[in-house]
């Protein structure tokens, strides 16, 4: 696709593991080039955080997933001319990005304020674990650390399991969204202005965001504690029966908000038992497990058509074998074919954005250590 959005913009990455590279691959799919700033020869340490001990093309899985369509510049920052040609660069670029520790940039002197004289049109966004003052400042920035520390691991599971982590980096990925969009905030704010923006996010902020109905639920009730189901599969601490999921007689059903007293109709419980709303709050776990009884009777499909009949919200509940087979995943045309360059191909995702009645497909790998330097010189350094 020709004309992308961010077409024109350079970014420069200074980030590393998985909020800042992965905001950065956003405004990549989006048109920006975006140039990470790696060390020599090893690059950024997130080359070497595995997935499954998956590497390939000689840095990990992970890797490559998040840099692809990306390039590469190779500077040692303590090298002066390294530090005077990146300089030079930053008063070429539109946005540079950076997760570094508090303090690590001011060493540097690549701080906002010095950036900004270099470049007073500069975006400077930045990603923190904890924020850059307070006692957590220093801590690691790592998400199941976040997940721990904000709560958030007393979400998920059931009444009896302790603390439950996701399965996924969801702060990082949260946090990445975060610093997209004030990315792109301030780039329109620069529009109007024609003055530089900092942009800060944390990790630590991201986790509270991300749980701003099940905070605001907690202030506002007393200060008690989420209650999670003490039946397996309750999909929520607040949420009111029937919210879970139950098993069937060859699999298991999801069913999100609805009528109590409808869906006892469907399922040929007695209505009456379900009248009175409050019950399905305070008698949570008893009903789920009255519901629970039933579905175990007939096949998740069976389940599906009759629910669905009724129009009650309900659904199966894939593993990645099944869900990867529907036709409606197929339709939406998420895959795409990264080439490597040892010749092999990388199967991933794509851009989740639609441009003008297009998909943003790059096939770009993530890059070598330094591998566009000499272009990047040739484009911005040679006067």
């Known amino acids: ?68 369509n990306k390039e590469s510049y190779a500077a040692d920052l303590k090298d002066q001319q390294d530090l005077a040609d990146i300089k030079a660069l ?22 906002y304020e010095s950036v900004k004289a270099l470049n ?29 520390i904000s709560g958030l691991s007393w979400l998920s599971g059931s009444e009896g399991d302790g ?26 704010k620069r529009s109007r202005t024609e003055e530089g923006v900092l942009v800060e996010v944390s990790l630590l902020e991201s986790a509270l965001d991300m749980q701003f109905e099940v905070l605001t639920t907690y202030f506002n009730d007393g200060g008690k504690l989420p209650q999670r189901s003490a039946v397996r599969g309750g999909g929520h601490a607040y949420l009111s029966a029937p919210y879970g999921l139950y098993q069937t007689a060859n ?20 209505e009456e038992r379900y ?10 776990d008893t009903i789920m497990r009255e519901l ?27 593993d990645y074998q099944r869900f990867l087979q529907e036709e409606n995943f197929l339709q939406t045309g998420m895959l795409q074919e990264i080439a490597l360059h040892d010749g092999t191909a990388l199967r991933t995702t794509r851009s989740v954005y639609g441009i003008d009645g297009n998909y943003l497909y790059a096939d770009k790998p993530a890059p070598k250590v330094g591998e566009d330097n000499e272009k990047i010189v040739e484009d911005y350094l040679i006067r």
């Open 90 to 111: 930053i008063q070429k670029a539109d946005v540079i990005t950076h997760n570094f520790r508090p303090g690590v940039m001011e060493k540097i002197g690549l701080d």
């Open 163 to 188: 603390p439950v982590p996701f399965g996924l980096a969801v702060i990082d990925m949260y946090c990445a969204t975060h610093l997209t969009q004030g990315i792109l905030a301030a780039l329109l």
């Open 292 to 318: 629970g009884q039933v579905f175990r009777e007939k096949t998740t499909q069976e389940w599906v058509t009759l629910l669905e009949t009724a129009g009650i919200w309900c659904g199966s509940v894939h």
């Open 1 to 68: 696709m020709h004309n992308k959005p961010l077409d024109g913009l350079l970014v420069l990455e200074f980030s590393q593991f998985m909020a800042g590279p992965t905001a950065g691959l956003r405004l990549a799919d989006l048109g920006a080039r975006v140039v990470k700033i790696e060390r020599p020869v090893k690059g950024e340490g997130g080359r070497q955080i595995a997935i499954k001990n998956i590497f390939v093309d000689e840095s990990s899985l992970v890797f490559h997933t998040i840099n692809r």
């Open 120 to 148: 007073p049109k500069i975006i400077y966004a930045t990603v923190t674990g904890y924020g850059n003052e307070g006692p957590w400042a220093k801590k690691p920035g790592q998400d199941l650390l976040v997940q721990s």
């Open 275 to 284: 009248r009175d709303q409050s019950t399905w709050f305070s008698q949570r």
């Open 251 to 270: 699999g298991y059903l999801a069913l999100a908000m609805g009528d109590l007293r409808k869906i006892a109709v469907v399922i040929g419980l007695p």
